[in-house]
């Protein structure tokens, strides 16, 4: 499946971006990040009829990720962004009826997009 992410950008502290993945099929999606410096981590993910999440204790009650698959989209809002945020988002798709939160468990990748919150 191929997926494309978009809607980083720029942003100050406590503002608030959404970041988009357009991904056609019956795919379980999560979205990780990674900052310079630092390994790929889970931030959030749902399962292919979004009736489940999960959610990183980091962004837990700040990010929000959901999906509209009559448009094929999924997306990640996120809220009261902080400096630690910035990084490289990706988002990633499996087959599979559950959430997951492994990003070895993925099996395609779109190719990112940046986030960078300033304090």
């Known amino acids: 499946v191929q997926l494309q992410a978009s809607g980083g950008g720029l942003v100050q502290a406590g503002d608030s971006l959404r970041l988009s993945c357009a991904a056609s099929g019956r795919y379980a999606m999560g979205w990780f990040r990674q900052a310079p410096g630092k390994e790929r981590e889970f931030v959030a993910a749902i399962n292919w009829s979004g009736g489940n999440t999960y959610y990183a204790d980091s962004v837990k009650g700040r990010f929000t990720i959901s999906r509209d698959n009559a448009k094929n989209m999924v997306y990640l809002q996120m809220n009261s962004l902080k400096p630690e945020d910035t990084a490289v988002y990706y988002c990633?798709?499996?087959?599979?009826?559950?959430?997951?939160?492994?990003?070895?468990?993925?099996?395609?990748w779109g190719q990112g997009t940046l986030v960078t919150v300033s304090s």
């Open positions: 990633a798709a499996r087959s599979g009826g559950y959430v997951y939160t492994v990003a070895r468990d993925y099996s395609s």
